[in-house]
Every structure is written in structure tokens, then in C-alpha cells.
T-cell receptor, first 112, second 115 residues
Framework: GNSVTQMEGPVTLSEEAFLTINCTYT??????LFWYVQYPGEGLQLLLK?????DKGSNKGFEATYRKETTSFHLEKGSVQVSDSAVYFC???????????FGSGTRLSIRP | DSGVTQTPKHLITATGQRVTLRCSPR?????VYWYQQSLDQGLQFLIQ???????AKGNILERFSAQQFPDLHSELNLSSLELGDSALYFC??????????????FGPGTRLLVL
């Protein structure tokens, strides 16, 4: 079936470090891919998305590229800040489907 | 602020009880989705309504039901509650019922604790 696998957390980094959170997916066809972020005590917010192969989504300094050949959508940021501490979810959705399929989430903590 | 509102924010109840969670979608959105976030199951899709009609069902238990009213707000009813129903319940909304790239906007969630 369709699924999303993310790297296990928690991930702890120092401020200004480079961030990568790995995400791979199993799916037939061409789903859209998303990264959602959940800040402490809040709901999910869409961080970025990509709807077709080789698309790059970007927002707030975060980037992810839809790689069909490796079925991956890794999240990267060049220099993290304390305010980036949150749980990050990789997800996919088909154009004909209602639901979003989420990964298990990766907790990110940034030390000052 | 996503524009999706959920009430109540927190709910504490006992096993066997019934509760109702409420969601108001963003203005103009016709589609409402319910998700459950628990420690063991992660984030799972429960059910979707579009313009008052049930559109899709996910991993929703028979003890749970939902509806969407003419003003487009939605309620999720959870009955015969068990300890394992303790979770964060999210509502999300979007304009259209499907669409891979379409954004679903999430509310802040209702945290349910069953004692």
C-alpha cells in the first residue's frame, strides 16, 4: 500500500547547523508530496509542497525536491534557528483521493 | 491562524462516555476532514465530508460518527469511549473534495483524555 517513511527522531542540532530530515515514500503513480510542521501546542501547518517529479517546494528557508527515481522528498534547511524546533511530518496525497497519508513525524530540537 | 476553528480545546472524560467535537472550516471551504493523532498510530485520516455529504472514510471506528451541517460546520461524535481513544483530533478543510496538490488547512485540534 501507499506509505511514507521518515527518519526517526528526535533530531537535536545547534543553531545555524544544516538540517536534513529524510523522507521516502511508497506509492503507485504520481502523488503530491508535502511537508507539514507542528509547533508545540499548535495544529499542523503546511510548510511546503511539490506536485510533480523534479518540482522543488520551498518556504521559510526550507526546501525539498520531489525525486521520483529515489521516491524521496528530503527536507533541508541551510541554517536552522531555535524557532524551527517543532515536529515535521512528510506526507503524500493523490489527486483523486481525499486523505493525506502522513509519516510518523520527526521531532526537531534546536539548541541556542 | 489557519482559519479553521475547533472546540473544545481540551476534553477530559471517563470510559463509556460520549463526547462531541466541533469544527468550523475556513470561509468558503466546502470540504471537512477529521484526523486522529495518537502516540501509537500516528496521524490517521478518519472521515471526510463535502458540502454536507460523506465523501470518504478512513480508519474510523464504528463507535465514531460525524456529520456536516448546512452551515458547513462539522461534528465528530465519539461514543462508548475507551482509554485508547485518548488522542489529539484534528479537523482540516479545503475548497474541493479531492486534488493532490490542494492544501488542507488544519485547525488547532481537540485534545481528548479518557480516564
Amino acid at each position: 500500500g501507499n506509505s511514507v517513511t521518515q527518519m526517526e527522531g528526535p533530531v537535536t542540532l545547534s543553531e545555524e547547523a544544516f538540517l536534513t530530515i529524510n523522507c521516502t515514500y511508497t506509492a503507485t503513480g504520481y502523488p503530491s508530496l508535502f511537508w507539514y510542521v507542528q509547533y508545540p501546542g499548535e495544529g499542523l501547518q503546511l510548510l511546503l509542497k511539490a506536485t510533480k517529479a523534479d518540482d522543488k517546494g520551498s518556504n521559510k528557508g526550507f526546501e525539498a525536491t520531489y525525486r521520483k527515481e529515489t521516491t524521496s522528498f528530503h527536507l533541508e534547511k541551510g541554517s536552522v534557528q531555535v524557532s524551527d524546533s517543532a515536529v515535521y511530518f512528510c506526507a503524500l496525497r493523490y489527486s483523486s483521493a481525499s486523505k493525506i497519508i502522513f509519516g510518523s513525524g520527526t521531532r526537531l530540537s534546536i539548541r541556542p | 491562524d489557519s482559519g479553521v476553528t475547533q472546540t473544545p480545546k481540551h476534553l477530559i472524560t471517563a470510559t463509556g462516555q460520549r463526547v462531541t467535537l466541533r469544527c468550523s472550516p475556513r470561509s468558503g471551504d466546502l470540504s471537512v476532514y477529521w484526523y486522529q493523532q495518537s502516540l501509537d498510530q500516528g496521524l490517521q485520516f478518519l472521515i471526510q465530508y463535502y458540502n454536507g455529504e460523506e465523501r470518504a472514510k478512513g480508519n474510523i471506528l464504528e463507535r465514531f460518527s460525524a456529520q456536516q451541517f448546512p452551515d458547513l460546520h462539522s461534528e465528530l461524535n465519539l461514543s462508548s469511549l475507551e482509554l485508547g481513544d485518548s488522542a489529539l483530533y484534528f479537523c482540516a478543510s479545503s475548497q474541493n473534495p479531492t486534488g493532490g496538490g490542494e492544501t488542507q488547512y488544519f485547525g488547532p485540534g481537540t485534545r481528548l483524555l479518557v480516564l
